[in-house]
């Protein structure tokens, strides 16, 4: 799991809010599976509407913008967005998102990992809490506005219900070009581990530890 404490800029938040005071907003359940459907209780901006595709290519813009993103979740593929909106009252029970999305050789993704993107400040919203059932146990998220979790799909996980305020956010899924979470999660710590090295280490140390990261990432990957 990683958190990106502020993917999105002001100017982002600005733009994404600006345009969403003029959309309008759909059952949430319309979009789940028929298990998950039972435990979904929100609304969601229309993907028809053509400032889906505006918010979700600021989205796309800002995570592979973002280095620590890029060597954490590898990205092969990265679907449009849904932005889901939860008022008092509103939760989405534990559930599991779908394995694969989309149809056909060129359009399904297969989905590694999924990003929630809070849109909302904290203080304007009570409740509304992201919790992810991990393997340590559960994990709490719930951040200011502009700030991202990636986490793997295959996660149980669940939105609390909110109790005031609405609860704002983006939520998209992407096929990484390294499937397994063990070995991306190695590429990612080896590669924070080279540019930890000390400034004095050698060029044939560094070399080799880079040479290591590479044939690695050639076996593992998958494009």
Not at 32 to 38: D, E, T, W, Y
Not at 58 to 67: I, K, N, Y
Not at 120 to 138: F, I, K, M, N, Q
């Amino acid at each position: 799991m990683l958190e990106l404490p502020a993917l999105l800029s002001a100017d982002d938040l600005a733009a994404i809010r600006a345009d969403l005071q003029r959309t309008d907003r759909l059952d949430g359940s319309a979009t789940a599976g028929p298990v998950a459907r039972q435990v979904k209780r929100n609304l969601e901006v229309s993907g028809e509407d053509p400032a889906i595709k505006r918010i979700g290519d600021r989205v796309t813009a800002a995570l592979t913008g973002s280095r620590a993103f890029r060597e954490f979740a590898m990205p092969h593929k990265i679907r449009m967005p849904i932005v889901s909106v939860y008022e008092p009252g509103m939760e989405y029970g534990n559930h599991v998102d779908a394995p694969i999305m989309g149809d056909g050789p060129i359009h399904a993704t297969r989905t590694d990992l999924s990003v929630t993107v809070f849109l909302s400040d904290l203080a304007s919203y009570d409740g509304g809490g992201l919790v992810l059932e991990t393997a340590t146990g559960p994990r709490h998220v719930r951040l200011e506005a502009g700030g991202a979790v990636v986490y793997p799909t295959h996660y149980i996980h669940r939105v609390e219900p909110v109790t005031r305020g609405t609860r704002l956010a983006v939520i998209t899924w992407m096929q990484s070009r390294v499937r397994d979470h063990e070995e991306r999660q190695i590429l990612y710590d080896l590669a924070a581990g080279i540019r930890a090295l000390p400034e004095n280490t050698g060029k044939a140390e560094r070399l080799l530890l880079h040479h290591v990261f590479t044939r690695l990432y050639q076996k593992w990957t998958a494009v």
